[in-house]
């Protein structure tokens, strides 16, 4: 059996892709009123792009790469990495000391801390993420990604 773990992230991002397509061509409606109907929720209460989707697709395009290949700060796809563009995208209101040294690495392995171990919040249009010191607890980082 062939190994698909190098594809998930990809997969993950296509699939999303095409369920924002339907998604906004209305295509999806018929679907999600049988299935409110089936489960009796109420009519118009469910959609598919919802919090448990974006997680899901952030555990695909954050935690899976980090596991199977980003082990070692100065990986090249880290190099890649526009750090001026990234950072713009997040508000950081708790800098680890690793984040003063390495910011895209240390973002990304937050980030994927964050999500793995569910240290995030999602209210209104905001991911408000941190990372945590896995033996006493404490806050080490600490940001957000608003929409």
């Excluded at 773990?5 to 009123?33: C, Y």
């Excluded at 793995?116 to 010191?133: G, S």
Aim: hydrophobic share 40%; charged share 20%.
């Amino acid at each position: 059996m062939k190994d698909v773990r190098p594809e998930i992230p990809a997969l993950a991002f296509i699939t999303a892709q095409i369920i924002q397509e339907a998604h906004n061509s209305d295509a999806l409606s018929n679907a999600t009123r049988c299935v409110e109907n089936k489960y009796q929720v109420p009519v118009r209460s469910c959609s598919v792009m919802n919090p448990a989707h974006i997680l899901g697709l952030l555990y695909c395009l954050i935690v899976v790469p980090k596991e199977y290949w980003l082990h070692d700060k100065e990986h090249p796809i880290v190099a890649k990495i526009d750090a001026d563009k990234l950072l713009r995208l997040v508000s950081v209101s708790l800098k680890s000391k690793a984040f003063e040294t390495n910011p895209v690495y240390a973002l990304l392995r937050h980030l994927r801390n964050a999500v793995a171990h569910v240290c995030f919040t999602l209210e209104d249009d905001n991911f408000t993420f941190w990372d945590q010191d896995q033996h006493t607890k404490q806050v080490t980082f600490r940001g957000t990604f608003t929409h």
